[in-house]
């Protein structure tokens, strides 16, 4: 039998460290991408600890040379990839978080994880996610990408006015489902996912969910099956009180 391979980039902790650990205890063989070698090799001895079969990888998604490095690691040892989940994100707010006050070079570095990053990371993979059987990749997405739930005045988040951050996870719904539309043909499924807000050191542990709640978005479109859907922001539904369920983009 084949080992099923998993990516999971920014998996040392949080979210992704959560979704690694799921999908190596449904047998996968999991590839955590961490951009500092102790805090990814710390993870690794903590997975495996727990009879995870997961393994560090050296990946800044920040760097295109770092991503195909982790290409020929996938081509080399295993020759195919069946899930990528692209979980590495960041947060960064200028001053107050208006809009008028958003300054370039944190639009920019945001974006360079949370848009480029994604890109750089897929297109390296995807000619080995094309040789899986039916490959899954998941964009770790936000409902602050959702021009419809940001919008809306009855919602939970319509104070929220802070451009970096949803911006750059609005312009990964539409990576994802332009990517989904390039797929259609291939057993590929594409999808984003909305983990919901999770206490992780992303929000000083703010969230009311846990890490582990978040990852059963991801693990939950990462192992859809062959007849599943592609092309939807799917995860948690703040706004119709908590469940899963299709978010509008
Ligand atoms: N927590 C929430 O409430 C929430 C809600 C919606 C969506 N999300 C999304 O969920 C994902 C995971 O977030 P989290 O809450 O688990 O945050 P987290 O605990 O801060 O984890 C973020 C992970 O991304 C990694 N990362 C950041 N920049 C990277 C880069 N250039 N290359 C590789 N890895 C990088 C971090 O590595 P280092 O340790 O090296 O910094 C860390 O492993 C993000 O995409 C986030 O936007 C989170």
Request: no cysteine; hydrophobic share 30%.
């Given at each position: 039998m084949t080992t099923t391979i998993a990516l999971i980039t920014?998996?040392?902790?949080g979210i992704g460290l959560a979704t690694a650990r799921q999908l190596g205890a449904r047998g996968m063989t999991v590839l955590l991408g961490a951009r500092d070698e102790t805090r990814g090799r710390e993870a690794e001895r903590t997975l495996r600890a727990e009879g995870v079969d997961a393994r560090f990888v050296s990946l800044d998604v920040t760097d295109e040379k770092s991503a195909a490095a982790v290409a020929e690691l996938v081509e080399r040892e295993?020759?195919?990839?069946d899930v990528l989940v692209n979980n590495a994100g960041i947060v960064r707010a200028d001053g107050t978080a208006l809009p008028s006050e958003t300054t370039l070079a944190t639009l920019r570095e945001v974006y360079e994880t949370n848009v480029f990053g994604v890109v750089a990371v897929t297109n390296a993979l995807l000619p080995l996610l094309r040789r899986a059987p039916a490959a899954r990749i998941v964009n770790v997405s936000s409902?602050?990408?959702?021009i419809a739930v940001m919008t809306?005045?009855?919602?939970?988040?319509?104070?929220l006015t802070s451009v970096p951050y949803p911006s750059s996870k609005t312009a990964l719904n539409m990576i994802t489902a332009m990517y989904a539309k390039e797929l259609r043909d291939t057993p590929i499924r594409v999808n984003a996912a909305n983990p919901g807000y999770c206490a992780t050191d992303l929000n000083h542990h703010s969230g009311f969910r846990t890490p582990e709640q978040g990852a059963e978005v991801s693990v939950h479109l990462a192992t859809l099956p062959a007849d599943g859907p592609s092309g939807l922001l799917w995860g948690y539904q703040m706004d119709a009180g908590g469940g899963y369920g299709v978010l509008p983009w």
């Open positions: 920014g998996a040392n902790k295993y020759g195919h990839l409902e602050v990408g959702s809306d005045p009855r919602g939970a988040l319509f104070e």
